[in-house]
Structure formats: C-alpha cells, structure tokens
C-alpha cells in the first residue's frame, strides 16, 4: 500500500501497564452514535453538488431514521425506566442521562432539518419551478379548486371527534396526521366542547398537485393540512374555529415476542402486529404555532412530558414527501442514471452454471448489477438438471424477482427449502405473506432457530451433472431485494468451490434440522466461532508486529458496538498494528486515546448509495480477504445467524483491497471521528470519492 493509505504517524505504547479496557471513557455510546450518523446523512441536503431532488431524499431519509430511532431505540429506553431495569454500557452512561442527551441533540437536529427544509430545499425546488403554496400564496382560481377539492374528497372520509365524558381523547395510530381543534360555542346538542380531534384520513395523500391550468409554475403543490386549516370551519358548523394545529404521536413499534411456550411463531406473530399500531407512545411533534395550553393537553392524554414534544415549522411526517421524485418525473434533477456492468459469462444468454463451474465471480452492488443473482435462480427453476434449492430470506420484496423465481421452481418440482426471518423489523407482515404464498406453491419454509434471527444470505443449488450431484452457492453481504441491489453497496459470491458448498450445506442443516455444531472447512459464522475467530485474527495482527512484520488491519461495516472487538484493537493498536476501520453508522470505539488508540482510524463514507458491504481484511491472516453478512455488534455476533466466508483468489483479493483503500482515500465524501465523539468531513481537493471511481470502474459512468 502507498504511504497516503497509511497514519502520518505511527505510534507505540506509551505505557507500560495494560490500561483497563473497562474504563468508561474508552468507549462512545451507541444511541448518542446513531444520531451523528443522522447528522452526517442530512449534511447531504447541503451538499450544493448534489441534484435538489437527491438533496430532498436526503432530508427525509434522516427523518424516516429519526422515526425508527424513536419507535425502537427510545422506545426501549423508556421502558427501561418505567419498568426499572437499569442496563449500564461499556460507557458507563445511565438510561435517565442518556435520554436526556437524546432529548437535546435531536431537538438540535429536527430544528435544523426543518431549517434546511424551509431556508434551503424549497426556495431551491421554486427556481425549478416546483412550489409549496401557503395559504397566503392561493389565487382565486387555486382557493375555488381547493374548496372544491375538500367538499368533495376530504370532508366525506374525516370525523372529528368532540372531546367530552363521551367521547374521550382516541388512540391514535402511531405516526398518523392529526389535528387538535380549539373550539368556541355550543353545538347542535347544546355542548361546549371547547377542543376536537381530528385525525386524516390516511388514504389522502399528504400533498395534493394543483391542476396545470391554475398552476403558475410548473408544478404547484398544497399540504393537505393547509386545505384541512383553511376550511376547518366546515367540519363544526355554527361553531367558531379559534385554531386548528397538526401533530403526530410517534409509538414503540418493537415487536416484544415472547418465545417461550409458543408453537407457533408466524402465528403468534401476526397477533402481535396491530399491537405496533397503537403501543406506548414515545415522542409527539405539534406544529410550532400550538398554544402551549394545548401541547401540555396532548402531552397529559399521551402520557409524555416536555422534553418529548418536538415543534415544528412544517409538514409533521416529512417521510410522506417522498413521493415528490416520482410525481414531477425531472431526471434532470436526480441523480444520473447508470448501467450496472456483468461480468463476461454471468448474462441472460449464457448458462450460468457453466460459468461458475470454471471459476468463482466476486460482484460489488451497485456498480455491477444484481441480475446474475437472479439469472442463476430463474435458470435454476427451469434447469430439468437442478434438484433442489435452498435459501435465506430476511428483507426480500414480495413480488420480487428473487421470490418468483422460488415460486416457479416449486411448482416446477424441484425441492425448494426457504428459511424466512420472520423478525425482519418492519418486514414482518411481508415476510408473512411470502412464506404463506412458498407453502401455497409447494415450497418447505422454515422459520429459523428461536431466539436467534438469521441474518446470514445464502443459496445452495443442487444440480446433477454427469450422474452426480454438485452443488452450487451465492453467499452475499446484503439482502436478497433488487430494489436495495440499486442503492445500496453490497458483495456477492457466486461460486461452486465444493468446501464452500459443503459449508453452506451444512449451515443449512443446522438451521432446519438439528444437532451439534460441525467444524467448517471456510466460513466462519455467528453465533459459534465468528467472535472468537475475528478476535484472533486481530491479536494476530500483533503478533506479526513483534516479529517484525508490517501488520494491518481494515475492517469495514455498518456498525462497531461489540466491547470484546473493540478491546482486541486497542491491543492490537498499543502493539504497533496500523488500523482502518469504515464504519457507517454507530461506533463506540474511541480514538486518538493516549497509548491505546492512536494507531486506529475511523472513517464514515456517506455518498450516493448506502455503504453496506462488511468486509474484514487481516494483513497476516491465512485468507486475507473476508466478506460477511454480519456488523460487528454485540446482536450480530452473539444472537444471529451470520457468515463470514474467505476470499482466496489473489486477484480478488488485490481488487477488494484496492476498492477498500478508495474508501480511506476519499477525497469528498469522508468523514473521519474525533478523539470527543463528533466526526469532520475531511475533504481533499482533486481526488475522487470511492463511489464516483467505483462507478467510473464498473459501470463506465463518470463523476456522479
């Protein structure tokens, strides 16, 4: 490796003693983590490089993340408090101090996503000639079709709700547009309600596109809770509207299956997914005009205080504008589009079991397509050759090609074994359905190990050939959906190594039958030995530095939580080894700690595609090379099913590192962690970011 790949300086232990790994200043919080990962995400919608349309997505993908955050990762802390179950860190910080930090950062943070949205995103969209109207901006012609519009498809389908004994306050579901109607005189019945509720009706898009003949740009767009303002009077004739404010409570949507005694995981499963509609909530954002007297009403009735109320100056549910793209159709305004390139042998014409009969193929997603993937199992369903296919579903699609590629080889009869994860988060009720319409088709499906999601992407094909039988795999660090094959950064293998085969057989095995665990000829896996093999092919590392050897560690992945890998670096760090590590997301690993971490660098690659690859790569290591389904996170390693597999063709595994020293190397998109937690976009002028060369590489388009 050049010497710009490697730390200015190299430094070796400082002190004589091994330091105590336990101490809580050695490690960052995790949750506190996430949040500067959202924090790198919505710093794109600034990046004035970016198309105005991509700049938007960015904005709402840091908010769709800020909800997950809240429905899972709050969620659970708050229950920690009210069922009094304190659990300590490797950071040593207490629950009640850790969601009082939440509190203040994403208060900091929903501030600026709505100044950026306001200041920023819509006066850029308005020189491209797409508006937001305020209802101060309504022409006559636009307030006589927006009357229109409620008297016909709003004021039909909304029932507002007087809040008396009667009718008290309503479950709300989670994340859903409401109103809060503060009232003046009696109705029909001679009540004095004083305040309604008043909840959208969720087949109503959030933004409604004004007709081209009174639009006075090209595409002119009102927020239904404008038009719901504007007319609210209609709703409570005879009554005067004083004011009319959205706001939206956000539930702990964590499935809390207990698994003990059932005998039935996907049906007790389906049971508990109306509960996520209406579980305890956890956050509740008003618009910033609410009178506080009203916010301290839905903050009683919600059982939340003031630290969880959020105002904001704008639509309550960003999300819900990302049907923008798709609405106005300006491709000039996105992204360019590119071509995936295939590799010679792996097309649509060509016979796919011959190609990798002759040797094994490495793709990275996006840059080279998905399609082989799903070529190899649609040829797999029509090969009269082929006997049996095995695979893992966790994230799929239901109507993907992957699935209906399964389906057809079903019914073709051929033995089709698929090991759905039913605990997908958020994909449950999909994953539901997929595994029902396998069963329907004639496919064994199994749900996996309880207790134990599994997360590892496997295919096993097995194909007689010459009278016998030969097996075939495809092993990848992502999941098997086409659409997330286009936006996110992932390896596949393809491959007929028999060892390999043989591993992921036996793999298989255990995950549908049972019995002890079998030594593995290549792949490594979680929950049994990948731990404790990544652990030593660090401390090897440190080995080879006290023989003399250059030494050096990459390791690149979405996420590093798990405190044991994290103490196996700073040894291997306080021996001399030169560490990289490309984490996405959240790392609790600290650096620049005097005579501990001084030797790690930690960067954060945030650019067009959603950087997902988990590869590992040991410097002194038998197999340099590995690609992994797994994140180095206490979850991934102690309680999933995960497989890590070598890459042992040299030429592979020089082309994997060249593409990992693109990712230390990037010149735009990087961000680098601070010894204080924070990250710094470290940019350097005339070198590329490693996705613009990828795709430069691989699919032949130039800088993005």
């Given amino acids: 490796m050049t010497n710009s790949d490697l730390p200015t300086e190299k430094s070796t232990p400082t002190q004589e003693d091994t330091p105590n790994f336990d101490q809580h200043e050695y490690y960052i919080n995790r949750e506190l983590s996430n949040l500067q990962f959202n924090q790198r995400v919505l710093a794109q919608a600034l990046v004035e490089t970016h198309p105005i349309l991509e700049r938007l997505k960015y904005l709402l993908i840091s908010a769709s993340n800020m909800d997950e955050f809240f429905e899972i990762r709050v969620a659970g802390l708050m229950q920690r408090i009210l069922f009094e179950r304190e659990v300590i860190g490797p950071d040593g910080m207490q629950t009640a101090e850790l969601l009082n930090r939440i509190s203040q950062t994403v208060h900091t943070l929903v501030d600026e996503q709505y100044r950026i949205l306001n200041e920023v995103i819509i006066p850029a969209l308005h020189d491209e000639g797409i508006r937001f109207l305020r209802r101060s901006q309504w022409t006559s012609e636009q307030e006589c079709w927006i009357e229109d519009y409620v008297n016909r498809e709003i004021l039909p389908l909304v029932s507002p709700i007087g809040l008396d004994p009667a009718h008290p306050f309503p479950r709300l579901v989670n994340k859903s547009l409401n109103f809060i109607v503060d009232l003046e005189g009696k109705d029909a019945f001679g009540r004095e309600l004083g305040l309604a509720i008043l909840p959208a009706p969720r087949s109503l898009p959030r933004m409604i596109s004004l007709p081209d003949n009174i ?35 956000t539930r702990n949507a964590d499935l809390d299956v207990d698994v003990e005694g059932v005998a039935d995981l996907a049906i007790t499963l389906k049971g508990e997914l109306h509960s996520r509609r209406f579980g305890t909530a956890v956050r509740l954002e008003v618009a910033d005009n609410c009178p506080t007297e009203l916010t301290d009403i839905l903050l009683r009735e919600v059982g939340l205080t003031e630290e969880h109320l959020y105002r904001v100056n704008g639509p309550v549910n960003l999300k819900r504008l990302m049907r923008l793209p798709s609405i106005i159709g ?6 360019p589009p590119f071509t995936p390139s295939i590799p010679k042998g792996l097309s649509r014409k060509d016979n796919i079991f011959d190609a990798i009969s002759k040797r094994s193929f490495l793709l990275l997603h996006p840059f080279q397509s998905f399609s082989p993937v799903i070529q190899l199992l649609r040829q797999a369903a029509k090969d009269p050759a082929v006997a049996a296919i095995k695979q893992t579903l966790y ?4 109507e993907s090609a992957v699935v209906h590629a399964l389906l057809e080889a079903a019914r073709n009869g051929k033995e089709v074994t698929v090991i759905v994860e039913l605990r ?3 994909d449950e009720e999909e994953n539901l359905e997929l595994a029902s319409r396998l069963q329907e088709a004639g496919a064994v499906v199994v749900y996996g190990v309880v207790d ?54 036996k793999v298989f095995q255990q995950l549908t039958g049972m019995g002890k665990t079998e030594r593995m000829n290549k792949i490594i896996y979680a929950p049994f030995t990948l731990k404790r093999q990544l652990i030593k092919m660090i401390d090897n590392e440190a080995k080879a530095v006290q023989e003399g050897k250059p030494a050096h560690i990459i390791l690149k992945c979405n996420g590093l939580t798990e405190p044991k890998v994290i103490q196996a670096l700073y040894k291997a760090s306080r021996a001399g080894v030169t560490i990289d590590l490309i984490i996405r997301g959240m790392c609790s690993l600290r650096t620049g700690i005097a005579g501990v971490s001084e030797n790690i660098r930690v960067f954060s690659v945030i650019g067009r595609f959603l950087e997902h690859t988990r590869v590992y790569y040991f410097a002194n290591a038998k197999s340099r090379v590995y690609c992994a389904s797994a994140d180095l996170m206490e979850r991934n390693l102690n309680r999933r099913v995960e497989t890590c597999f070598p890459i042992e ?53 130039g800088k993005l």
């Fill in 649 to 701: 063709d040299d030429s592979m595994v020089e082309r994997v590192l060249n593409e990992l020293k693109l990712y230390i190397n990037d010149g735009e998109q990087r961000w680098q962690l601070q010894p204080d937690g924070n990250y710094l976009l470290e940019q350097q002028p005339n070198t590329p970011s490693a996705q613009s060369e990828l795709l430069k590489q691989l699919s032949g388009l």
């Fill in 215 to 249: 639009s006075e740009s090209g595409h002119d767009f009102v927020f239904l809770s404008s038009m719901i303002h504007a007319h609210a009077d209609k709703l409570f004739p005879g009554m005067k509207v004083n004011g009319c404010y959205q706001f939206r409570i």
């Fill in 395 to 398: 994230r799929t699609g239901n």
């Fill in 452 to 505: 134990y999601k599994t997360h590892a992407k496997m295919i096993l094909i097995v194909r007689r050939e010459n009278g016998e039988l030969k097996r075939y795999c495809h092993l990848g660090t992502g999941n098997y959906h086409s659409g997330n094959a286009r936006l996110y950064t992932d390896y596949s293998y393809l491959s007929a190594e028999p060892e390999l085969c043989e591993d992921v057989h």
């Fill in 330 to 335: 300006r491709a000039d305004l996105l992204f």
């Fill in 424 to 426: 997908a988060r958020f």
